[in-house]
């Protein structure tokens, strides 16, 4: 079985030098696949999962369609870790409405912020994935209800100036938490 699987893998990187289109299909399908996952033995499921957490949904991130790799992980943590989605999404499921009100209310102020400062930017706001948050969660020894950014906003400018401008703008409106500010701008993630 495994020697047929790394064959499988051996094959899908070979057609993946030639055209990227085969890894697309490669991904779209094991996301139709994740998302059936429920009709399959709870040995398969993990069996799967396990496979996508480890092999697809990195190789979606490396590819950067992050909406796939978010899918991907969320289904594998559902699989994986039943229980933990369970908490999770439920938490999630209580606060919906409020959270997208408070996305398109932050939304519109941080532009307004960088408007009234001359940059011109987009902003978007999204809730984190679940699985994510599963990191999170295990990484730091926390709660579901300890967690503090379980949410985001992306702002999207033209230069690299540009993103150290506004970055200074929402830093001046919104303090940073001490020692937990990244600089993606100088060090972006891979």
């Not at 990195?58 to 992050?66: D, E, Q, T």
């Not at 730091?140 to 992306?154: K, P, S, T, V």
């Not at 999207?156 to 506004?166: D, G, K, M, Q, S």
């Amino acid at each position: 079985k495994e020697e047929k699987q790394a064959e499988s893998f051996r094959k899908m990187l070979i057609a993946m030098a030639k055209d990227i289109r085969v890894v697309l299909v490669k991904l779209c399908d094991r996301l139709h696949n994740m998302r059936t996952l429920n009709f399959l033995s709870e040995e398969k499921q993990r069996r799967i999962a396990e496979e996508t957490k480890d092999i697809y949904a990195p190789l979606a991130n490396r590819l950067g369609i992050h909406w796939l790799k978010s899918e991907l992980e969320d289904y594998c943590l559902m699989y994986l870790r039943p229980e933990l989605y369970k908490i999770i999404r439920d938490n999630f499921d209580k606060t919906a409405a409020e959270r997208e009100k408070y996305i398109a209310e932050a939304s519109k102020e941080i532009v307004k912020k960088l408007e009234e400062s001359g940059v011109s930017a987009s902003v978007k706001g999204r809730a984190k994935h679940f699985y994510s948050i599963w990191q999170k969660m295990e990484k730091d020894n926390l709660q579901f209800d300890e967690i503090h950014d379980l949410l985001g906003f992306r702002i999207i400018v033209p230069t690299v100036r540009a993103c150290y401008e506004a970055l200074g703008i929402i830093h001046a409106a919104y303090k940073p938490v001490p020692n937990r500010f990244k600089d993606y701008i100088a060090m972006p993630k891979p």
